[in-house]
């Protein structure tokens, strides 16, 4: 199993592009979710899905949108990027619905918004 | 929203020397979890504590729940340059959302 994957691991953006963000998970977990990591700040949660079909926010999701067509890719697209955007951000899944199951995290995506 | 309290948000201690960090929330906790970060790198799932008053061990790390369920503390004994990280701890919100703490840096001197 390969297990979370993120692309791409490195991204330099300038000011109101878009793009998206690319998660895949092959354990065929139902929860994946999007943080973000910024110094100081711990990891902040964007938006998380449940299973397919079905997503909500979290506690920064402005700005961020997804889709959850199937169980295994949860994509972020950035609408219109700011300076304000750049961060690290992880996918995570994990076997059933969030809190109280581990959490198995992907390598990240270091973003830079100039 | 709920939020988590996390102390101390750095640590500097020599090797050989104990470590603690703390997690605090103002309301009762159904679980809480624990994770480390190495520099550079993802955050791992350490552990998960769920009753009241519950201590659980790894080798050098001692993980607590508080009986109140409100906080929670990781302790490594004797820490080592390979403790070198950071440490999350994570609550549930609500059945869905996982909400980490701000984290607990520590730097190991050999």
């Known amino acids: 199993n390969a297990g979370v994957t993120q692309t791409p691991k490195f991204q330099v953006l300038k000011t109101g592009q878009s793009m998206t963000l690319q998660c895949a998970q092959d354990?065929?977990?139902?929860?994946m979710s999007w943080y973000r990591q910024d110094p100081g700040m711990g990891l902040r949660l964007i938006h998380y899905?449940?299973?397919?079909?079905?997503?909500d926010q979290g506690e920064v999701p402005n700005g961020y949108n997804v889709s959850r067509s199937t169980t295994e890719d949860f994509p972020l697209r950035l609408l219109s990027a700011a300076p304000s955007q750049t961060s690290v951000y992880f996918c995570?899944?994990?076997?059933?619905?969030?809190?109280?199951?581990?959490?198995?995290f992907g390598p990240g995506t270091r973003l830079t918004v100039t | 929203g709920q939020q988590v309290m996390q102390i101390p948000q750095y640590q500097h201690v020599q090797e050989g020397e104990d470590f603690t960090t703390y997690c605090n929330s103002s309301?009762?906790?159904?679980?809480i979890q624990w994770y480390k970060q190495r520099p550079g790198g993802h955050p791992v799932f350490l552990i998960q504590?769920?009753?009241?008053?519950e201590v659980k061990k790894q080798k050098r790390l001692t993980f607590q729940f508080g009986e109140a369920k409100k906080n929670s503390s990781l302790h490594i004994t004797a820490t080592q340059t390979t403790d070198v990280g950071t440490y999350f701890c994570?609550?549930?919100?609500?059945?869905?959302?996982?909400?980490f703490g701000t984290g607990t840096r520590l730097q190991v001197f050999p």
């Open positions: 995570a899944s994990s076997y059933l619905v969030g809190q109280g199951h581990e959490q198995y």
């Open positions: 354990m065929n977990h139902e929860y």
């Open positions: 899905s449940v299973g397919a079909g079905i997503t």
């Open positions: 309301t009762t906790l159904s679980n």
């Open positions: 504590l769920v009753k009241s008053g």
């Open positions: 994570a609550i549930g919100a609500n059945t869905d959302k996982l909400i």
